[in-house]
């Protein structure tokens, strides 16, 4: 089974909206609603910041939002930050080994 | 506040054992599924394995299938994953991760421990 794919790399200046895309197949992103992001800082675990597609946890900026269309989905983070610079992740749960994450992507802000 | 907390990590010969702990804290613990999801140094995320609320379901990653083995006690809130026949490939931070949802195997993961690392080398 192969990595969700994800670009290595985005950027943007602060105040502007990114999308990191997270393409798989119609037995993992397309064919399920468990498709989660995290944000790792340095040194530090991951973070949950969307599941189910496009739901925030608690306590997660309303700058953060998760969609689905057919085998890709996309974080957008809306009014970038300077503490928004990190490695993502998109997660999917699949029908041979279960879960799978995307490669990653490293997110600079400018 | 939830926490879960790593241990067992260590510098260890190629082929043989080591057993990880996670002792968990401030949720009820067997309500939820727990998983391990491993980082190699420099590298992305990769599931290895998860086990049930009540151990009746288990899922393991191929690359680790008949090496390590994922078991949990509810009583003492601690999940293990003992990992054998161990290669340098194995080599990464391992992290202990609650399923978002109680009662399922298989979900999206919060929180995550800090990990433990494991490295393999002779």
């Known amino acids: 089974q192969s990595a969700l794919t994800q670009p290595a790399s985005v950027s943007g200046s602060p105040g502007q909206s990114i999308t990191i895309s997270c393409t798989g197949t119609?037995?993992?992103?397309?064919?399920?609603?468990?498709v989660s992001w995290y944000q790792q800082h340095p040194g530090k675990a991951p973070k949950l910041m969307i599941y189910?597609?496009?739901n925030r946890p608690s306590g997660v900026s309303n700058r953060f939002s998760g969609s689905k269309s057919g085998n890709t989905a996309s974080l957008t983070i809306s009014g970038l930050q300077a503490e928004d610079e990190a490695d993502y992740y998109c997660?999917?749960?699949?029908?041979?080994?279960?879960?799978?994450f995307g490669g990653g992507t490293k997110l600079t802000v400018l | 506040e939830v926490q879960l907390v790593e241990s067992g990590g260590g510098l260890v010969q190629p082929g043989r054992s080591l057993r990880l702990s996670c002792a968990a804290s401030g949720f009820t613990f067997d309500d939820y599924a727990m998983h391990w999801v491993r980082q190699a140094p420099g590298k992305g995320l990769e599931w290895v394995s998860g086990i049930s609320w009540n151990s009746g379901s288990i899922g393991y990653a191929d690359s680790v299938k008949g090496r390590f083995t994922i078991s949990r006690d509810n009583a003492k809130n601690s999940l293990y994953l003992q990992m054998n026949s161990l290669r340098a490939e194995d080599t990464a931070l391992y992290y202990c991760a609650k399923l978002g949802l109680e009662w399922l195997l298989y979900g999206w993961f919060d929180p995550w421990g800090q990990g433990t690392l494991v490295t393999v080398s002779s």
């Open positions: 119609s037995s993992d992103v397309g064919g399920y609603n468990y």
């Open positions: 189910e597609v496009s």
């Open positions: 997660s999917s749960y699949t029908s041979s080994i279960k879960v799978v």
